[in-house]
């Protein structure tokens, strides 16, 4: 019985990639105005966790059903959030940090992080499998493909969970690090 990387859950980091992408592309919004700019942050309702273990990508409008996000959630365009745990997912040499998202105020930390770098999509994941192994994280074994979308689940003690999906275009990989760590491992 195998629990994880199943097809589905591959399918699911498939739709993440698809939907960072999309959003990290800045167009301008229906009314016309630009789109927020590196100094602008602001705070939004939680990533929505994906299956097994991956997140979504960040959201970066705010929740219809309440005007106040939830404390400690926060979510900007082009920087880095306040906060961001570089320990716990750092910034690959070059990148340039498309969107990210931290939310520490649940038992379950949810950290988001969508990138873009000059480099092969081996790289990326020598970068990141070296960096979470490090941190005690185990690669879950399975395919690590989905279409042309690489993608790769960590796992690490009772449920802390990192998903790192990367899609190659002209020499540039677009990556997806969603994560679901206990709140007390995130510093």
């Known amino acids: 019985m195998k629990l994880f990387g199943t097809p589905q859950s591959r399918g699911f980091a498939l739709l993440a990639v698809s939907v960072a992408v999309a959003a990290s592309a800045c167009t301008p919004s229906p009314g016309g105005t630009a789109a927020p700019s590196p100094s602008d942050v602001s705070t939004s309702s939680t ?104 993608s790769l689940d960590f796992i690490r003690g009772d449920g802390e969970t990192v998903n790192v999906s990367i899609r190659q275009k002209e020499g540039v990989s677009t990556f997806t690090i969603g994560a679901n760590v206990a709140s007390g491992s995130v510093k």
């Open 47 to 150: 990533p929505a966790p994906a299956a097994s273990g991956s997140t979504s990508a960040p959201e970066t409008t705010a929740s219809t059903e309440s005007a106040t996000p939830a404390p400690g959630a926060t979510a900007t365009v082009n920087a880095l959030v306040p906060g961001f745990p570089e320990q716990l997912i750092p910034v690959m040499p070059k990148t340039s940090v498309r969107s990210s998202s931290f939310d520490k105020s649940a038992a379950l930390a949810t950290v988001a992080l969508v990138g873009t770098v000059k480099a092969p999509p081996e790289g990326v994941v020598d970068y990141y499998k070296t960096s979470l192994e490090a941190q005690g994280f185990k690669l879950v074994p399975g395919p690590e493909a989905v279409g042309n979308v690489t």
